[in-house]
């Protein structure tokens, strides 16, 4: 949604909300009642940041008045900026999974839980759509190797990394015929889904509903020449990305996420400049959308990336 030059002047509001899940997955949702932005949307929820409290703080406070639940501890989901018409806010979204009491409506407004794989985008608010990506990602995401031509050991490695909890994949095949292709591709979605994951392929929209794949990842270069979404809504688009503008570019034709590197250097990719982690977390701060930590990650990074405001990381050799 575009803003306003005023819009864009201004001084962001600080909002934090609660992604609150309980034991069965549910996510809690409240009702913006009448008379407010946005009325009869479902939202998570949350209020303003005060003078002199920490966004934390102010989520304890808000759930505690709003819906009369203690937070016993929050952990840190998405950072999104959004520009209405007439104002900017920056909506800090915690995942809460530990809490006390029972959420009933302290202020009259109609509470819900819905499971977290049936959350609505049509009934919430823009802004939240981002939050509901998050919700469904993993924090691990591992894009294969090109495979080789024996094909028992490349599905060998994947079922390690499915053993070893990977719940996220991109089938990263660039050099097959397309019956290699497709005979590959599905042979990764039934161990995929056999293992409750979801299965990308790289570049190739055009397979995605012919063989029921979950998703498409797009390159930097094949992004600068879309024009629109290539996939439908129930289907993941993800893209590369390694600029600000490369990210603008995704958000604005409806990318559901990003990779971004490289934050290190990488044995894939030995000449690219690395951003690091300072760089990373500013150009993170300006994404609308979850956004993956790439290049040169361990598993030691999912900390780092996490702090830098990352959905989690990306790579090959980390989980492969």
């Known amino acids: 949604m575009s803003a306003t030059p005023a819009a864009a002047d201004a001084v962001p509001v600080h909002v934090v909300a609660a992604a609150l899940i309980d034991a069965d ?46 937070v016993a501890s929050a952990e840190s989901l998405i950072r999104i900026p959004w520009r209405y018409a ?37 009934e919430m608010p823009a802004a939240d759509h ?35 909890g990977v719940r996220l994949v991109q089938l990263r095949d660039k050099h097959s015929d397309d019956a290699m292709l497709r005979r590959r591709a599905t042979a990764c979605l039934n161990r995929v889904r056999a293992a409750g994951g979801q299965l990308l392929i790289n570049s190739r929209s055009d397979l995605v509903d012919e063989l029921d794949l979950d998703g498409v990842h797009v390159s930097a270069a094949q992004l600068a020449q879309l024009r629109e979404r290539p996939v439908s809504a129930r289907r993941w688009f993800a893209a590369s990305c390694h600029t600000a503008e490369e990210l603008a570019l995704a958000q604005s034709l409806g990318a559901d996420f990003a990779v971004l590197g490289s934050v290190a250097t990488s044995a894939s990719h030995p000449g690219q400049t690395a951003l690091g982690w300072d760089a990373f977390a500013a150009l993170c701060d300006e994404a609308t959308l979850p956004v993956y930590a790439l290049g040169g990650m361990t598993q030691r990074d999912l900390a780092p990336a996490l702090a830098a405001g990352a959905q989690g990381i990306a790579g090959i050799s980390a989980f492969w």
């Open 25 to 70: 997955g549910r996510v809690l949702l409240a009702q913006r009642p009448e008379g407010k932005h946005l009325a009869g949307y479902w939202e998570f929820p949350g209020g303003k940041v005060e003078s002199g409290e920490t966004p934390v703080q102010a989520l304890q406070r808000e759930i505690l008045e709003e819906i009369g639940v203690r």
């Open 86 to 122: 007439t104002k900017r806010i920056l909506l800090d979204v915690y995942r809460v999974r530990a809490f006390e009491g029972v959420p009933h409506p302290c202020e009259g407004q109609p509470l819900k839980w819905v499971p977290a794989t049936a959350l609505d985008p049509n």
């Open 130 to 164: 981002p939050v509901i990506h998050a919700l469904a990602l993993p924090q691990r995401y591992l894009i294969t190797p090109q495979p080789g031509a024996d094909e028992v050991d490349f599905l060998a490695h994947l079922d390690a990394a499915l053993e070893r």
